[in-house]
């Protein structure tokens, strides 16, 4: 092969390639990417994350033609819910109004009306090509799915968390140079048909700066197009790129700056240059020349109205009809209870599942106070287990843990926790000597005709539901606690110093606008779930320890509440606990809804009496819960319901242990008056707030700008998951293949899946979450909402693109403002208020 | 001869029968029946085979002809080989009935998957007791065609119909080398009747005159079971069928990718005849054993390496086989089944706990290896000695027993760690000799259980050094390679990049069969 292997494409206006727009173009789609966790810290992302600068209705037809998805349900499942009355006519007049353009593309009510009733339009659910894909239409031979399999199956080891006992050895490199390494020795495509695959390789630059202006040149990609030819390719691989930006985000965290994203582009452009290079095809030059065009035409559609006008319209009418229910059982002026004493104050995570075991806890009680709260309790720490050295993170995927807390034992001295450490160290080391005897070469005969023999057991323990299959450390009844005390170990600083302390403390009872009118017993409960031999089991966890159990931040946030010294150091910032309020660590199991209470050897004699009684509320809540939940998870009868639902968790072949926080459509920030006694059915977020006692509005903007984006992203990810599985889910858990144990793969192999399993999102019979849009209520001034948007882009970019419809409550309590972007609120008409009165 | 013992044994196959024809019509109620019945009809089948299979062994293995004459005939084979299989395939088929229940709850046709799955397990409990050649041709064929559509129960995915057509190849070829065999075994032996065959060989290997059909018919029977147990290079079909829900995985992986080694075994009486069948053996289950394992270090996907895993288990077990060790064999596929199924049913609970487990070992040092490998031996040899298996008489056990303690080599190496002290490698003594203990114990239970059933087979004298030497060689390389990984790996990074690609036999395989131009335009 000679010296021009790679020759510049002839029509390419521009022959000097400025290198400060490709890196433009490579940093925009790069970022265009969502990240996606490993499945340890599976918790939900905004799948249009790096998109939300651009409209919702402007990433919807990007999205169509980068990956040929649908940002919308079918026309059928509208024209369902309009014949079934769920859309009324008023939901469409309403979407007319609001969404100008398409409405103007659609012209009539009655035309919107018939266009839903319609098949569904031939929508290209072709994305734009690459030179694989012509290729692949050329030749007739499927190399699109070729690439995308060997792009796969390298980065499934390349970036492999532990699974292959025989690791790539190119690990330490960058990807684009490990890919680049091993391919030089991989006779795989060639096997295939691809000749001169290994020489191509030899050919291609060192450096993936310098693939891409090559790629560019040769494949003669204009200016303007490159960006989406870009964003085009990454999406051939998209559950790799995700996952390489997960990389990329920690680096970013860490105030580095992360490149993998690139790195796979330019793995993905040096396979478009090979197949340009190496397959015998003389129409593909032609073929592509004339497909590159696609890049930047814009579509043309037959009956000339512009892509997904009707849909952004019945979408909005759909979710302006379950806003209104929404908004009419949040909208009622709050009961001015005379408020003695509460008995018991109990702040859950703002998570939709505890909507509904706080509502029927408070039922049990009018002296029981219910309170939402991220689930991080606003210790943004990294939690060290026994016997380890990498601290697991417990706060939201949006923060970098600040301090590092490591496990400890009850009243155990320094030798004594050294002791359990280094045998907890040796058990690891026995338990891996042990996992590797398995499945090493040569060993795992052995180990087949000594040990095989005992799964029979195994399996029968199993099939019974009495073997839990995934090993799950119970932390409570090992006398595990966390331990704040300071100390250095292997260069860490672990532990939290006493001013942090009173920050911790003073910052989380600000937060959830608890400064006075302390009960005897203050519950803090994390939330965890049960569910064995799940993939997606963190997914299930809570999102805001990082998709972990809440369990040790409530600890650690009680230990400090609990200490005199800090609670005297708290009277300076005029929050004043009294000498005979409690606070208690507990965790609310979300698959049975069992709450249990931790560290309990700190309570007093005098309030043993107040413990009983509130573990009588809280099991009476727990079953009404269950009572609830029944329903949804299609279990009826009135007997059994409490052992069905806990053996749920229990068995290996359960797809679907709890719903998750399948529903989830509101946010409400808003004293808790406000929702007490109404029914949000565990679709709403709850996050106590009372901006008369907020100082500078500090707390508001804090809330705003991360529980508020947060729920947003657990809402994309649900509706994403929905409306087009393929694209941003992760496909049917009966066929999913651990990868790397970081992630899934459906069936034998292809892309990593990102997002949610069908089965998550869908029972079999209907969907269980339904596809709208976050509708948030905030209970605040509408000058200091504005004043919070105004400072911060990312939060103005999600709101006035449309990402999520903002609501404001007046004094009373009464739904009165819509934030309609840019800054502009619309008052809630009086018939609208009736309607909602009325519903 | 209407035995009422041998119509028992028929109700289990009849019921699963029944209910696989039913899953095939509409009726009302049909997805709460189906449900039921399927799981029924595996319970009972578990129950009648351990019931009649603790029979058979008080009185002994009995055959009974039920229809249709010689060789047309329908023939059952009731003894502790075709019991034990029975009751392996259906105790597997109840598991994976009883998974498959929650596990594809929602799915439309969860009553259809029930029905193949039902249809699949009557097809292998057929094979197993098959007591006719024709009947055993049938059972086999009928096995894969049954499995055939459990693998296209995704009919609409396009990698699904290309694992299934790559299956679909390598199961005919396999069915042709079991018809070239029957044929040959008919010439040679002038009778279907398994009972009767079986006899006539035992006389024939006694008086050494072995027809020239008979070893063409043990040959064919290696290559049936080559292709059937998925032995490299056939076995990327084996692979590439996760297409198709995780309980089938299960059930292949237990019940029916056995399927080759077990015809060796039903067989053995015939194998032993020829010296070129054992060799084949030997060869075939070895390399494909040592490849297997190796490629397995390197797959990054579950159940992809459970795959490999499998792949090389059947190397192994069909290397027993060569050895002569048809006891061991069986031993090997029962405990292989039920790991396998277990690990393929749990193998959603693979994920990382912490981090760190993916760091690298510091390997033992050279010191420590060796001493590891010395102690692995006398432990093996000492136990052995104990509990009654001198090497003398049982040359085959001890040949694999040079393998187990191969196997511990590694363990025990990596036990004696600086860090943890004398407690851990004391505790790691212990396995050692725990597992050495059960495996003798457990190879002198199955060779007892299958005393009259299967051949016993010496290693031919004179090759017992040559065969010892070639397993310590193989066996304890590939030993050595992968507990010095990180090093070694670094030194010849080609062999991890021919490795983890399953050294390109399937990468050929997929090529020849127009694998990428097929998916898209054909299915």
Request: glycine share 8%.
């Amino acid at each position: 092969m000679s010296e021009c292997t790679f020759t510049p494409d002839p029509d390419l206006d521009d022959h000097v390639i400025q290198e400060t727009r490709i890196a433009d173009a490579v940093d925009r789609a790069t970022h265009a990417v969502a990240p996606c966790w490993p499945l340890r810290d599976f918790v939900a992302v905004n799948p249009f994350l790096g998109l939300s600068h651009q409209s919702f209705p402007d990433v919807a037809k990007r999205m169509n033609k980068v990956a040929g998805a649908s940002l919308f349900m079918s026309r059928s499942f509208f024209a369902e819910a309009l014949a079934d009355g769920r859309i009324q006519e008023a939901d469409l007049e309403h979407a007319m109004q609001t969404e100008p353009e398409a409405a103007r593309a659609v012209g009539s009510v009655e035309a919107l009306r018939t266009a839903a009733f319609d098949r569904d339009p031939d929508v290209p659910s072709q994305p734009l090509p690459t030179v694989v894909d012509v290729a692949t239409t050329v030749t007739g031979a499927d190399w699109s799915e070729l690439v995308t399999e060997r792009i796969s199956r390298w980065a499934s080891t390349y970036f492999d968390e532990g699974q292959a006992a025989w690791a790539n050895p190119w690990r330490q490199l960058q990807p684009y140079a490990a890919w680049r390494a091993e391919s030089r020795y991989d006779r795989s495509a060639e096997f295939m048909g691809l000749n001169g695959f290994r020489a191509a390789v030899e050919f291609l630059p060192e450096s993936p700066h310098e693939v891409i202006p090559l790629a560019i040149s040769v494949l003669g990609i204009s200016d303007a197009d490159m960006e989406l030819y870009f964003h085009r390719l990454l999406m051939t691989h998209a559950g790799w790129s995700a996952f390489a930006r997960y990389h990329d985000w920690q680096k970013n965290l860490a105030g580095e700056r992360g490149t993998t994203v690139a790195e796979l582009l330019a793995i993905r452009l040096a396979w478009e240059l090979i197949i340009w290079r190496c397959l015998d095809a003389p129409d593909l030059p032609d073929a592509w020349r004339a497909a590159r065009n696609q890049l930047s035409q814009k579509p043309e559609r037959p009956d000339g109205v512009p892509e997904f006008s009707v849909e952004i319209l019945l979408q909005t009418a759909y979710e302006h009809a379950s806003q209104e229910r929404l908004l009419a059982s949040i909208s009622k002026r709050p009961q001015d209870r005379a408020a003695p004493r509460p008995e018991v104050q109990a702040a859950f995570c703002i998570d939709v599942r505890s909507e509904r075991f706080r509502r029927a806890l408070e039922a049990c009680d009018e002296s029981v106070e219910t309170m939402g709260f991220a689930g991080f309790f606003g210790v943004p720490m990294a939690y060290v287990p026994l016997g380890s050295d990498e601290p697991q993170p417990q706060c939201p995927a949006l923060l970098r843990p600040t301090l590092l807390v490591r496990e400890g034992l009850a009243d155990a001295n320094a030798a004594e926790l050294e002791a359990a450490d280094q045998l907890q160290r040796t058990h690891n080391y026995a338990f891996r000597i042990w996992d590797r005897f398995k499945r090493d070469a040569v060993a795992t005969f052995g180990f087949v005709e000594t040990v095989g023999i005992t799964y029979l057991y195994k399996l029968i323990a199993a099939s019974l539901g009495a073997d839990a299959v995934t090993p799950r450390k119970s932390t409570s009844t090992s006398g595990y606690k966390p331990n704040l005390e300071i100390a250095h170990k292997n260069g860490q600083r672990l532990g939290i110093d006493f001013e942090t302390r009173v920050q911790l403390a003073a910052n989380a009872l600000k937060g959830m606008s608890l400064r006075d009118g302390f009960a005897r017993i203050v519950l803090l409960a994390g939330h965890s779930s049960t569910s064995t031999n799940n993939p997606h089991a963190a997914g299930l966890e809570c999102g805001a320890c990082g998709g972990h159990s809440g369990e040790s931040n409530a600890r650690v946030l009680t230990m400090i509440l609990n200490d005199p010294q800090v609670r005297s150091a708290l009277v300076e910032e005029g929050i004043a606990i009294p000498d005979d309020t409690v606070f208690l660590p507990g965790n609310h199991n979300t698959t049975t809804d069992d709450v249990t209470l931790y560290d309990l050897e700190a309570l007093p004699e005098s309030h043993q009496a107040d413990l009983r009684r509130l573990r009588n509320r809280l099991t009476t809540a727990a079953r009404r819960t269950r009572r609830e939940r029944a329903v949804d998870l299609g279990l009826s009868g009135e007997t059994g319901i409490d052992e069905l639902l806990r053996a749920r968790g229990k068995d290996w072949s359960q797809v679907r242990p709890e719903w998750g926080l399948a529903g989830c459509t509101a946010f409400v920030a808003a004293r808790r008056e406000c929702t007490r006694g109404s029914s949000l059915k565990g679709q709403a977020f709850l996050h106590d707030y009372d901006w008369k006692v907020d100082t500078g509005f500090e707390v508001l903007e804090s809330l705003m700008t991360a529980p508020l984006v947060v729920a947003s992203w657990i809402n994309m990810q649900y509706y994403a998951s929905t409306v087009d599985n393929r694209v941003f889910g992760c496909g049917n858990k009966v066929l999913h293949n651990i990868t790397g144990k970081l992630g899934v793969l459906e069936g034998n192999g292809g892309d990593l899946r990102v997002g949610l399993p069908w089965q998550s999102v869908h029972d079999g019979q209907r969907f269980v979450h339904d596809p709208v849009r976050l509708t948030a209520v905030i209970e605040a001034p509408v000058e200091a909402i504005n004043g919070v948007i105004e400072t911060h882009p990312d939060l103005k970019n999600l709101l006035d693109n449309g990402w999520l419809h903002l609501f404001a409550l007046n004094t009373s309590g009464i739904v009165f403002q819509q934030y309609l972007g840019h800054g502009k609120w619309k008052s809630v008409t009086p018939d609208v208020l009736d309607r909602i009165a009325a519903a | 001869m209407w035995n009422p013992i041998v119509l028992l044994t028929l109700a289990g196959p009849f019921t699963l029968a029944s209910v696989a024809l039913l899953s095939r019509f509409n009726f009302s109620g049909r997805h709460r029946f189906l449900l039921a019945a399927s799981r029924a009809s595996a319970a009972l089948s578990l129950v009648l085979a351990l019931g009649i299979g603790i029979y058979v062994l008080a009185a002994g293995p009995m055959s009974a002809e039920l229809i249709g004459v010689d060789p047309a005939s329908l023939i059952l084979r009731l003894d502790a080989l075709s019991m034990t299989m029975l009751a392996l395939i259906a105790f597997v088929g109840l598991v994976v009935i009883q998974f498959s229940r929650k596990y594809l709850d929602g799915e439309q046709r969860q009553g259809v998957f029930l029905g193949r799955i039902c249809l699949t397990l009557c097809a292998v409990s057929m094979l197993v007791l098959s007591g006719s050649l024709l009947q055993l041709v049938v059972a086999w064929i009928g096995t894969s065609v049954a499995l055939h559509r459990l693998l296209l129960y995704y009919d609409d995915r396009s990698r699904a119909r290309s694992a299934a057509r790559k299956k679909f190849i390598c199961a005919r070829i396999g069915d042709a080398f079991v018809i070239l065999a029957a044929g040959l075994l008919y010439m040679a032996f002038g009778t279907g009747d398994l009972t009767h065959m079986f006899k006539v060989a035992r006389e024939l290997s006694e008086s050494g005159d072995t027809p020239f059909s008979a070893m063409g018919a043990a040959v064919s029977i290696v290559l049936a079971a080559a292709f059937k147990s998925a032995q490299f290079p056939f076995h990327g079909w084996l692979t590439e069928v996760m297409e198709t829900p995780t309980p089938v995985s299960a059930l292949l992986h237990a019940g029916i990718v056995n399927a080759g080694g077990f015809l060796v075994v039903r067989f053995s009486d015939v194998i032993v005849l020829s010296g070129a069948a054992l060799l084949a053996l030997v060869l075939i289950g070895a390399i494909t054993a040592l490849i297997g394992s190796l490629v397995m270090l390197t797959q990054a996907n579950v159940k992809t390496a459970l795959a490999w895993s499998t792949i090389a288990q059947m190397g192994f077990m069909l290397l027993q086989c060569g050895l002569g060790a048809f006891s061991a064999a069986t031993l090997h596929i029962v405990a292989h089944s039920l790991y396998k199924a277990h690990a393929f049913l749990s193998a959603g609970s693979g994920m990382a706990e912490t981090r760190s487990t993916c760091e690298e070992y510091v390997p033992p040092s050279p010191l420590n290896t060796l001493a590891a490998g010395v102690v692995s031996a006398l432990v093996v040899l000492a136990v052995g000695t104990v509990m009654g298996m001198a090497p003398a008489e049982k040359p085959a056990i001890v040949a694999l027993g040079v393998v187990l303690a191969l196997g511990f080599t590694p363990m025990l190496a990596r036990s004696f760690s600086q860090q943890h002290g004398e407690f851990l490698a004391g505790r790691f003594l212990l396995v050692v000799v725990g597992l050495s203990a059960a495996y003798f114990a457990l190879q002198s239970g199955a060779a007892a259980l299958l005393r009259d059933t299967v051949a016993v087979a010496s290693i031919p004298s004179g090759l017992e050094s040559v065969t010892l030497v070639f397993l310590v060689a193989t066996f304890g390389l590939t030993t050595l390679y992968a507990l010095y990984l990180p090093r070694w790996a670094t030194r010849w990074p080609a062999l991890y990049v021919h490795a983890s690609n399953g050294f390109y036999a399937d990468a050929i395989f997929d090529r020849s069969m127009g694998k990428l131009t097929r998916a898209r335009f054909n299915g």
